[in-house]
């Protein structure tokens, strides 16, 4: 079973996901996490340690962007694991972030 696709259609973040994490040889991690598990899989099987705010760079599938380890995690869950996004006001789920960003602009104005 790799990327579980469970009935429901936002990827809970239960759900299990293959990691595409580039490891040094050119190879790809593909082990599997759970979606919540995630930092803690970076952090035991790719030494991604270090303060919220050390710079690390993303080698998820040869993604290269760089950003705050703090992000990281919400990053690769997001951009590469396709997890819903959710709307932390009333929390309806969202598959694009531009729908949620126009969401929430009239969901906190009131
Ligand atoms: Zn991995
Ligand atoms: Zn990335
Ligand atoms: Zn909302």
Redesign the pocket.
């Known amino acids: 079973m790799i990327m579980a696709q469970s009935a429901s259609a936002d990827h809970p973040l239960s759900d299990l996901f293959q990691c595409k994490w580039d490891d040094k040889d050119g190879f790809q991690c593909n082990n599997l996490f759970y979606g919540n598990n995630f930092s803690v899989h970076l952090r035991e099987v790719h030494q991604i340690i270090g303060g919220n705010m050390a710079r690390v760079r993303?080698?998820?599938?040869h993604?290269?962007?760089e950003?705050n380890l703090d992000n990281?995690a919400r990053?690769?869950k997001e951009?590469?694991l396709s997890i819903a996004l959710r709307c932390d006001i009333c929390g309806r789920g969202f598959s694009r972030r531009d729908t949620l960003h126009n969401h929430r602009e009239t969901c906190s104005g009131s």
Do not use: P, S, Y
Request: charged residues 10%.
């Open positions: 993303c080698q998820w599938n993604c290269g962007m950003l990281l990053h690769v951009r590469h």
